[in-house]
């Protein structure tokens, strides 16, 4: 069966200025499951305080419109932070957890389709630290910022070593 990866949320925002405060959105497939999404949002004026979002690749889907989550806690693997909306992410911990061994590590993911469109991830007073799992055996998977992933998205950048 072909599922596609905007089907394998644990939780979809849909409607006018969704909000959450202190819940923690989980999707524990692990990193061989590949794309699992956590929390998707497709809601005008989504914002999220004091949330937690886990999983490994695809956790936190900004889908589309505009988005805001302040002092949460964002966990995954491969574009774990990704969306065609548009996302601020303020005061919050990006925690880069072990992927697969064949994976590296790609914190977002911008998929804007036209340079017209108003879109991307914005991340103000973030912290991006390793999870204890990745910690000792980072050097041995490539982590970067963030990729495009659809054509007129932005560009990666390479961290050297997470935290610190």
Known sequence: ?????????????????????????????????????????????????????????????????????????????????FGTGRAYIQDSDIIVRKPDASQGNMCTADGRMKMEEAGGVVLHNCRIQAAPELAPVQASFPSYLGRPWKPSAVGKKKMNSIGG
């Open 1 to 81: 069966m072909n599922i596609g990866t905007s089907q394998t949320a644990t939780v979809i925002a849909i409607g006018e200025r969704f909000m959450a405060r202190g819940i923690t959105f989980r999707n524990s497939i692990g990193p061989a499951g590949h794309q699992a999404v956590a929390f998707r949002s497709q809601s005008p004026h989504t914002v999220m305080v004091d949330c937690g979002f886990e999983g490994y690749q695809d956790t936190l889907y900004y889908h589309t419109h505009d988005q805001f989550y302040k002092n949460c806690a964002i966990y995954g693997t491969v574009d774990f932070i």
